[in-house]
C-alpha cells in the first residue's frame, strides 16, 4: 500500500509528487498517456511562480524558456491594445515540461504507471484504486490530478459533469514572424479567442477556444478558422504567414469553466481538477503548480501533526478556495467580454483610454508571487 497515489500526470499531478516523494512519503502516479505528449494549453506561465520553483530547484531553465514581458489584445475587428504585464511570465511546451517533471520524479524514486484510473472507492479510512485493466491498488491519501473533465469525473458523477459545455480547445505549434517573441497576443474572433506566445526553440503556441457552434456551423476546424478566426486580421495575417508544424491539430472537447469542488469523495483536487480558470485568463498552469504547493505542504504538515484526515480536507479546502474562488469567479466574468464583437470593442477601448482598468482586470486573474 502506498502513503499516496495520485491520479493525473500533468503540472499539479507532478509538483506533488515530487514534493510529497521528497517529504518521505511513497508515492504512487498514474497517467494514461507516457511522456511526452502534447496537451492542449496555452503553454505560459506567470512569474508569480518563479520564488516556489527555483526554491525546489524546479525551474526548467534547461528546456530554454521564452521570457514574456508585454501582452496584446485585439477585437474580432482588429482594433488593438498593447501593454506591459505586471509580473511578466515564460512560455515552455508542456511536451518538454511535463516530460522534464516526469524525469526528475522517477529519477527521485516515485513510481509513474502509465495506465488510465477507472474507479475510486473509500472505505475504512483507506482508497482502493482500480485502473482501466482492472488492477487494484491501496492507499492512504488520494490526490485527484486529471485535469479537465475525465472518465473518473463521470464515474464519480460530479456534478460539473452533468452540464454540457459548449467549448472546443484547439491547439497548434508554428513557426512564424508575425508575432513578438517577447509578449503574449489574445486576439478575438466570433465565439472565442485566440492566444499566441512564444515557446521554446523559436516555435510558438496558437491554442484557441472557440464556441462549438462555429465548428457546426462551417463543418470543420479548417473551414471555421478560414471563415471566423481569419476574419480577425491579426489572425489572418498569422494563419497566412505561418508554418504549422502539427500534422493535425491537438483538439478538446467540452471544456467547462463550471465551479468544481477542491474536495470529493476524500480525493483531494489540484489543478484543473479543482478549478480551471478561463483560458483568456492565461494562469491556469501557475495556478496548477500553486495548488500543488498548498496541498503537498498541507499533506506534509499533516503527516509530521500526526495523519488527521478531518483536518487535512477541511484546511485544504480552505486554503484553496481563499487563494483561487476568487479568481476562478473573476476569470468568468471577464470572459464575457470576450468572443463578442461588441464587447471586445469595449474592452480594448476601455482598456486603452483608462489604462488602470486593464491593469485591474489583469490583477484580479493572476496571484501574488510565492
Known amino acids: 500500500m502506498k502513503d499516496v497515489i495520485i491520479i493525473g500526470g500533468g503540472l499539479a499531478g507532478l509538483i506533488n509528487a515530487i514534493l510529497l516523494n521528497r517529504s518521505g512519503l511513497t508515492v504512487q502516479l498514474f497517467e494514461e498517456k507516457k511522456y511526452p505528449f502534447h496537451r492542449v494549453c496555452g503553454e505560459y506561465i506567470s512569474n508569480e511562480v518563479l520564488p516556489f ?14 521570457a514574456i514581458t508585454q501582452f496584446h489584445l485585439s477585437s474580432v475587428s482588429g482594433k488593438s491594445l498593447k501593454m506591459p504585464l505586471d509580473l511578466g511570465g515564460f512560455g515552455v511546451s508542456r511536451y518538454l515540461l511535463d516530460h522534464w517533471l516526469a524525469e526528475i520524479a522517477i529519477n527521485e524514486g516515485v513510481e509513474i504507471t502509465h495506465q488510465r484510473v477507472t474507479s475510486s472507492n473509500f472505505n475504512d479510512d483507506i482508497f482502493t484504486i482500480t485502473d482501466k485493466g482492472d488492477q487494484v491498488y491501496h492507499c492512504k491519501i488520494a490526490i485527484g490530478a486529471f485535469g479537465k473533465r475525465s472518465v473518473l469525473d463521470k464515474n464519480l458523477n460530479r456534478n460539473f459533469i452533468q452540464k454540457r459545455s459548449p467549448y472546443v480547445g ?28 512564444q515557446i521554446e526553440n523559436e516555435t510558438f503556441n496558437l491554442c484557441y477556444l472557440s464556441h462549438r457552434s462555429n465548428i457546426k456551423e462551417y463543418g470543420s476546424i479548417q473551414h471555421m478558422e478560414e ?44 489543478g484543473d481538477s479543482a478549478g480551471m480558470i478561463t483560458p483568456l485568463c492565461g494562469n491556469g498552469m501557475a495556478m496548477a503548480i500553486h495548488s500543488a504547493k498548498i496541498l503537498s505542504e498541507l ?58 482598468i486593464a491593469g485591474y482586470l489583469m490583477k484580479q486573474t493572476h496571484g501574488k508571487p510565492f
Not at 508554418?243 to 474536495?263: A, M, R, S, W, Y
Open 170 to 197: 484547439v491547439k497548434y505549434h508554428i513557426k512564424t514572424e508575425s508575432v513578438g517573441g517577447d509578449l503574449i497576443a489574445l486576439h478575438n474572433f466570433k465565439g472565442g479567442y485566440c492566444g499566441v506566445s
Open 53 to 66: 520553483l527555483n526554491q525546489h530547484q524546479l525551474y526548467p531553465a534547461a528546456l530554454q524558456p521564452t
Open 299 to 356: 499533506i506534509i504538515k499533516n503527516q509530521q501533526q500526526g495523519f488527521n484526515r478531518t483536518k487535512l480536507e477541511n484546511d485544504y479546502s480552505e486554503a484553496w478556495n481563499d487563494l483561487f474562488a476568487k479568481r476562478l469567479s473573476a476569470g468568468r466574468a471577464i470572459q464575457k467580454l470576450f468572443g463578442s464583437q461588441t464587447f471586445s470593442e469595449i474592452a480594448v477601448s476601455a482598456g486603452k483610454s483608462i489604462k488602470p
Open 227 to 270: 471563415e471566423v478566426l481569419q476574419k480577425n486580421p491579426y489572425l489572418k495575417s498569422i494563419f497566412s504567414d505561418s508554418d504549422f508544424l502539427f500534422e493535425k491539430p491537438e483538439v478538446i472537447n467540452e471544456i467547462t469553466f463550471e465551479k468544481k469542488e477542491p474536495l470529493y469523495n476524500h480525493i483531494l483536487m489540484s
